[in-house]
């Protein structure tokens, strides 16, 4: 497709299960960036993929998130353990590094 | 490191002009300045960037001072479909990181 896209759209799981997020980015872009939203908040930085490499994920919460992109292209974000203040969008953006984002439509995670 | 302040929200009507200024004192020399739209459950989407004194596209333009410190969105005769969150964005560091502030709500009204 064009654009960047991010499967499941929704996703409901219960505490303690595992989850993963996927985001398909524009062919060719190099930059990858992973997102968390909360109702009436500001897109919260996760992690930052440069080609398969992990540049920054200072933005990860704690060990239970971890998120690869072993080709360059495609990239899962794993939730273990969920827990109820996981729920959230998570945004997924990718870039040819310009500073102009491109994003997905989100995985909107919720957990019972 | 870069930080980003904006205003929380603004009310305007339909035809005006709408200005949203966004403060970040500490943006490195060569880094750029971008603006994003989001509607509702929707990610955000790319308005406007620009480097330094003015960028203008279809949708709106871009004032920067010669300082840097700050920037200025300007929506020109806003629509009731201009109503949504807007925010400025500057890397906030060298490394790529890219951080979104809290962002400005903005409400057209009829």
Known sequence: GAGVSQTPSNKVTEKGKYVELRCDPISGHTALYWYRQSLGQGPEFLIYFQGTGAADDSGLPNDRFFAVRPEGSVSTLKIQRTERGDSAVYLCASSFGTGELFFGEGSRLTVL | ?110
Not at chain 2, 12 to 22: D, F, K, M, R
Request: charged residues 15%.
């Open chain 2, 1 to 110: 490191l870069a930080k980003t302040t904006q205003p929380i929200s603004m009310d305007s009507y339909e035809g005006q002009e709408v200005n949203i200024t966004c403060s970040h004192n500490n943006i490195a020399t060569n880094d750029y300045i971008t603006w994003y739209q989001q509607f509702p459950s929707q990610g955000p989407r790319f308005i406007i960037q620009g480097y330094k004194t003015k960028v203008t596209n279809e949708v709106a333009s871009l004032f920067i001072p010669a300082d840097r410190k700050s920037s200025t969105l300007s929506l020109p005769r806003v629509s009731l479909s201009d109503t949504a969150v807007y925010y400025c964005l500057v890397p906030y560091n060298q490394g790529g990181k890219l951080i979104f502030g809290q962002g400005t709500e903005l409400s057209v009204k009829p």
